[in-house]
């Protein structure tokens, strides 16, 4: 199983900012890399697509909850993605997730449109 390669996660008081990092090994063949999203999930809720960006164009689209405070990008090579993270609130706490795929703009904040995942990173914003 290949695996996406997340950093960047820690803990930060609300009001202030995070950015996450999003690497695609080489072992995945970049042709199959079209979409490539951010996840969170919290205790007890279902997990979240908050931003995501087709590689082949850098069109995006965020969830409302992150609308704004939120910024998803690619590098050159676009085989590495960032979620810049402004404005912290406590209710962004989660663990963050990215995935990346073959996926429909119709479906970029389905989880189950994903093939590959990280194993996640721990946002805690704290009040």
């Known amino acids: 199983q290949v695996h996406l390669t997340e950093s960047g996660g820690g803990s930060v008081q609300a009001g202030g900012s995070l950015r996450l990092s999003c690497a695609v090994p080489?072992?995945?063949?970049?042709?199959?890399?079209?979409?490539m999203t951010w996840f969170r999930q919290a205790p007890g809720k279902e997990r979240e697509g908050i931003a995501t960006?087709?590689?082949?164009?850098?069109?995006?689209f965020y969830a409302d909850s992150v609308k704004g405070r939120f910024t998803i990008s690619q590098d050159n090579g676009k085989r590495t993605v960032s979620l810049q993270m402004n404005s912290l609130k406590p209710e962004d706490t989660a663990m963050y997730y990215c995935?990346?795929?073959?996926?429909?703009?119709?479906?970029?904040?389905?989880?189950?449109?994903?093939?590959?995942w990280g194993q996640g990173t721990q946002v805690t914003v704290s009040s």
């Open positions: 995935a990346a795929g073959w996926v429909h703009s119709s479906a970029w904040s389905r989880p189950e449109a994903y093939r590959f």
């Open positions: 960006i087709f590689t082949d164009g850098g069109s995006t």
């Open positions: 080489e072992l995945i063949v970049s042709s199959s890399v079209w979409c």
